[in-house]
């Protein structure tokens, strides 16, 4: 079941210069058993793990097993599920990785954007549409100022890839100075990647460190050029409901490391 646009345009605009605790509370009252948030352990997912966690200590995380995750992922990942967080894990359809692989090899995605895409289709874009089933809404670490293809991202957002169920971005206007703020303050477990040289971490064959004063995303499928750096998992909407532009309440208009 779909839901109605309403809430979210209602959210963008009450929510305008609030921060993320007031947005992920409204999102977890509004949608309660339907709602998850999408974590791959990134220094922005694990702000959201403790941040979503004091909103509501219930919440749902999920987080998808590509088959090529770096050791220091997992290891993160049980820190937080040692504190009690709940994470579902999903994995990739091994019919559909046994034929990407045995076709096309196992570094494929270094041929083209095209095999990239085609085995990012595979590990990530499958299984996330099946975490995503029955939501209404998800919440992501997604911030604007990662890569030229998040700049235009909402706060809150339907999210037209993914049957129109609502999409939240409570760090949209975050900076990575305050994400690490907020990480050294609250003592966060994270990856070790970040202190050598990782500034975002997604699979191990297609992410390396960067040097100082290169760009963040610079790591990720470096072979490519910047506005292709984007796994199918997070797509542009079609009806962005920014809580900074959106009509206020008398006229009421209108996400990570992956
Ligand atoms: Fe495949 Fe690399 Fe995409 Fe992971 S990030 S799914 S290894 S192309």
């Keep these: 079941m779909g839901i109605p646009t309403a809430p979210a345009a209602q959210a963008a605009g009450r929510f305008a210069s609030a921060g993320p605790e007031a947005l992920l509370d409204w999102a977890f009252r509004t949608f309660g058993r339907r709602i998850a948030v999408a974590t791959s352990f990134g220094a922005e997912d694990v702000v959201l793990l403790d941040v979503a966690r004091k909103v509501e200590p219930d919440a749902v995380f999920f987080a998808i097993d590509t088959g090529r995750l770096p050791e220091e992922t997992f290891l993160v990942a049980e820190a937080w599920r040692e504190r009690g967080a709940r994470i579902r894990w999903y994995f990739p359809e091994h019919a559909a990785v046994e034929g990407l692989v045995n076709e096309a090899g196992a570094y494929s995605f270094r041929d083209g954007v095209e095999e990239r895409k085609a085995c990012c289709a595979v590990r990530k874009v499958e299984p ?131």
């Design 128 to 258: 996330l549409q099946r975490a995503l089933s029955g939501l209404e809404a998800w919440i992501t670490g997604l911030r604007r100022d990662q890569s030229p293809t998040r700049a235009q991202i909402a706060s809150v957002e339907q999210d037209d890839a993914h049957g129109g169920i609502v999409k939240i971005n409570p760090l949209t206007s975050w900076t990575s100075e305050q994400v690490w703020d907020h990480i050294r303050a609250h003592r966060l477990p994270y990856s070790a990647l970040h202190d050598r040289g990782y500034p975002s971490v997604g699979c191990a064959p297609c992410t390396r460190a960067v040097q100082p004063g290169e760009h963040p995303r610079a790591g990720r499928w470096w072979w490519e050029s910047p506005e292709h750096k984007e796994c199918g998992l997070h797509r542009p909407s079609a009806a962005p409901r920014n809580a900074s532009n959106a009509p206020g309440p008398a006229g009421e208009g209108a996400g990570g490391n992956a």
